[in-house]
Nanobody, 118 residues
Framework: QVQLVESGGGLVQPGGSLRLSCEVS????????MGWYRQAPGKQRELVAS????GSTNYADGRFTISRDNAKNTVYLQMNSLKPEDTAVYYC???????????????WGRGTQVTVSS
């Protein structure tokens, strides 16, 4: 069973930093694009950043840095200069191929809460 497990969320003061991690576990063949989304209360889920297997990145916010470790099937999100409006549940996602002959499927983690407050 494939799972995406996020960690690193929590409560941080404005101006602070957090580093989120997301590991893909289970029997898989290949992981493609990985990304982070967030959803604040009453708002739609939105892209924060994504990264291809070769390291090309796409950002919605320049304060954040996404990176990955292909050997560990893990993606990271370094968040700096956090603001109260960054408060949201942060979700990891990944395009995963389970076997060499299966289709690529989009998987989501369950999310980790990030709260920015003094």
């Amino acid at each position: 069973q494939v799972q995406l497990v996020e960690s690193g969320g929590g409560l941080v003061q404005p101006g602070g930093s957090l580093r989120l991690s997301c590991e893909v576990s289970g029997s898989i063949f290949w992981v493609g694009v990985m990304g982070w989304y967030r959803q604040a209360p009453g708002k739609q889920r939105e892209l924060v950043a994504s990264i291809t297997r070769s390291g090309s990145t796409n950002y919605a916010d320049g304060r954040f840095t996404i990176s990955r470790d292909n050997a560990k099937n893990t993606v990271y999100l370094q968040m700096n200069s956090l603001k109260p409006e960054d408060t949201a549940v942060y979700y990891c996602n990944a395009d995963i191929q389970l076997t060499s002959y299966s289709d690529t499927v989009h998987y989501w983690g369950r999310g980790t809460q990030v709260t920015v407050s003094s």
